[in-house]
């Protein structure tokens, strides 16, 4: 192992981009397509314009968001799989509380902001207590969490199916969707002219992923988490009840990935939908998180990088006439590179460039 600076950091996470770039435009010209126009592509979707630009910031504040909720865990050595479960309970449970409170509190600016705090208050309550289910069963059933949280991804994912679909659809319908929110419950755009993207849901991402830190690394409860992750003994020791860590390291967890699924409801959707449908969030965040190594304020370029190839991939899948198989391969090929940072790091040690082995 070695260790780095912070630019050397970002060299090697520039580096390791532009190999990979470089390697995915040989496969790209290798199978008869234009290496440049994909490269171009992949860079003008993410950055080309400001709908682009909206468009990557969106995916970002989804995945930061998301990351953040995944580091907590792991930093906390529980593996809490089960991200995309509790986003969806998050955003139901937000989705639920609009529906049945917007008839009967005022309209207008005073009503939707009242709206958007309550019900996202509601998404993060909802989604820790559906994160603290398998850290109770963790911890006093001795059950694994990766079986757990895998099996209550697709339980959160069917329940919330036939609740909206039998329940939430209006007469007539023919999409499992619910009733559209109310105008007024909405996030303004604020720089951007769009739609589905507020700078204030991406401020709402930075301040959490800042807020997590703190708490994780300057709070008695911070420091119980990470030091029953990584000492158990010796956090039993100094008075730490491990059990009930880890139910709280899952509800924490699960609270900011009930937020997540606030934010996705209220700024992106304004409606709640079938959910297996929606984007994979919670799973597209544990690489993010890996790729951050857990630490919360790392996750934020992490997210803009993974909210980048994203929103680049997508707009190839538009614009281009290219198998979305190899436009998969490629970008997967781009996290890989950018996930293995140690390879690189090793490289440039060799070469001279900086480093010290730890």
């Not at 009733?179 to 849901?201: H, K, N, R, T």
């Not at 924490?252 to 934010?263: K, P, R």
């Amino acid at each position: 192992m070695t260790k780095a600076t912070v630019i050397e950091r970002i060299l090697i996470a520039t580096a390791s981009i532009t190999l990979a770039l470089a390697l995915g435009a040989l496969i790209v010209a290798a199978v008869g397509y234009d290496p440049v126009l994909f490269v171009y592509s992949l860079l003008y979707g993410a950055i080309g314009n400001v709908s682009n630009i909206a468009f990557t910031l969106r995916q970002s504040t989804m995945l930061i968001l998301a990351g953040v909720a995944v580091a907590v865990a792991f930093r906390a050595g529980v593996f809490n799989i089960g991200v995309q479960g509790q986003f969806v309970v998050g955003g139901f449970a937000t989705a639920v509380t609009i529906l049945v409170l917007a008839p009967i509190l005022p309209g207008g600016l005073i009503g939707g902001l009242l709206l958007v705090v309550v019900t996202t208050v509601a998404g993060i309550l909802a989604g820790g207590a559906y994160g603290a289910l398998p850290g109770m069963m963790k911890a006093y059933a001795d059950a694994n969490e990766v079986i757990t949280t895998i099996m209550l991804n697709f339980i959160a994912t069917g329940v919330v199916f036939f609740f909206v679909d039998q329940f939430l659809r209006p007469a007539g319908a023919a999409a499992p969707n619910t009733e559209q929110f109310p105008d007024y419950v909405s996030l303004p755009s604020v720089l951007f002219q769009s739609s589905s993207f507020s700078v204030i849901g991406f401020g709402v991402a930075l301040a959490t992923a800042v807020g997590v830190y703190f708490v994780m690394t300057r709070t008695r409860f911070g420091y119980d988490l990470v030091t029953s992750g990584h000492q158990e003994e010796a956090a039993a020791y100094s008075g730490v009840d491990p059990q009930r860590t880890i139910v709280s390291t899952m509800a924490f967890s699960g609270m900011i990935a009930g937020l997540t699924g606030s934010l996705f409801a209220i700024m992106i959707l304004g409606y709640y939908s079938d959910p297996s449908t929606f984007p994979t969030y919670g799973f597209d965040a544990i690489a993010v998180s890996l790729l951050a190594a857990n630490n919360p304020i790392a996750v934020v370029p992490s997210g803009i990088l993974f909210g980048g190839l994203d929103a680049g991939q997508q707009y190839i899948g538009f614009t281009l006439d290219m198998p979305s198989e190899l436009v998969d391969g490629i970008v997967g090929l781009v996290v890989l590179f950018v996930a293995t940072p140690e390879l690189f790091r090793i490289a440039g040690l060799r070469a001279g460039f900086g480093g010290e082995d730890e």
